[in-house]
């Protein structure tokens, strides 16, 4: 008599990786709700109109024309290429700006080691001859995320910092050094906890003096909602406030609020019209001086083909 073998099978068990921010973005999440962007507002509160226009060439080369105005100046431009060689990781950039200056970038991703980025960025002004090198690298692991910065003619200044995620908690550390002075120039901590549905961050910037606490969470597929606490240690004993939200009305646009403890409170709409064609629209309101002309309103019309 035959005994039956039952064959028990074995499920990998797969491992999920932190994926680990840059120190800049420790709490982005909660910055991206407060902001209410919609390519119109600059921190939120003062806000300009712009307009972007992008196409591709059947080779590639990618081509742009952007123009902004803040209302409260001349109206800016530059108008750019981008040629990406993906095989080998090469991306060449080209800009000429309204201020008549010529920037280029260079960028080699994976080229020398996989995870490494490296960037080369020069700027020349021929109305004054102003020359400008810089050098940037980005080195990304499994739980690791580490930058460096380096201006290469003006000081030389070299700007690093890292960060260590283990099991979804964040520690971050910045610094800046002035090589010709022979002297750390600033420095900056940060620390945070981040899951699919909820991040929390604290970090301390300006030497470590100013002190913020930021909240984002994800209510649901529509919802998500955000705060930020800030104390200057330096400054007043008063900590700023600011909670926002953000709510997607349908698959093509969202809305987003925020309001600060000073009153200010900004509103946002973007929509994407139809295939190419983007729209955003802002406004910032001070709830505690409606008479005033303090308010600002902005918009934005993205094309691309």
Do not use: C
Not at 144 to 169: I, K, Q, S, Y
Not at 209 to 237: C, I, L, P
């Amino acid at each position: 008599m035959s005994v039956p073998v039952y064959v028990v099978p074995v499920i990998p068990v797969v491992e999920k990786l932190v994926v680990v921010p840059a120190f800049s973005d420790v709490a982005k999440p909660a910055n991206d709700v407060r902001m209410p962007r919609a390519n119109v507002a600059v921190n939120g509160i003062r806000l300009k109109t712009t307009l972007e226009l992008k196409s591709k060439a059947p080779n590639g080369v990618t081509f742009s024309v952007k123009g902004k105005s803040t209302h409260e100046g001349h109206t800016g431009g530059q108008i750019d290429a981008k040629y990406v060689d993906a095989p080998s990781g090469l991306t060449i950039t080209q800009a000429w700006t309204t201020t008549n200056s010529l920037d280029t970038k260079i960028e080699l991703d994976n080229s020398f080691a996989k995870g490494l980025k490296a960037e080369l960025l020069g700027h020349y002004k021929p109305s004054t001859q102003a020359v400008d090198g810089k050098v940037n690298l980005f080195f990304k692991q499994p739980n690791f995320h580490a930058r460096a910065f380096f201006d290469l003619l003006r000081g030389p200044t070299a700007n690093v910092d890292l960060v260590l995620g283990h099991e979804g908690f964040l520690a971050g550390a910045e610094a800046g050094y002035d090589v010709q002075k022979a002297a750390i120039t600033r420095y900056s901590a940060a620390v945070g906890y981040t899951t699919a549905d909820y991040t929390a961050a604290i970090t301390s910037s300006n030497n470590l003096s100013v002190f913020s606490a930021s909240y984002y969470h994800r209510v649901n597929a529509q919802v998500e909602a955000g705060a930020k606490a800030t104390w200057d240690s330096k400054g007043s004993n008063n900590v700023g406030l600011e909670v926002a939200s953000k709510y997607r009305l349908d698959p093509t646009s969202f809305a987003k609020a925020k309001i600060n403890d000073r009153g200010i409170a900004a509103l946002a709409y973007n929509v994407l019209l139809r295939p190419g064609v983007t729209l955003g629209l802002g406004a910032s309101i001070d709830t505690l001086n409606l008479h005033d002309s303090a308010h600002k309103v902005g918009a934005s019309l993205i094309f691309e083909a």
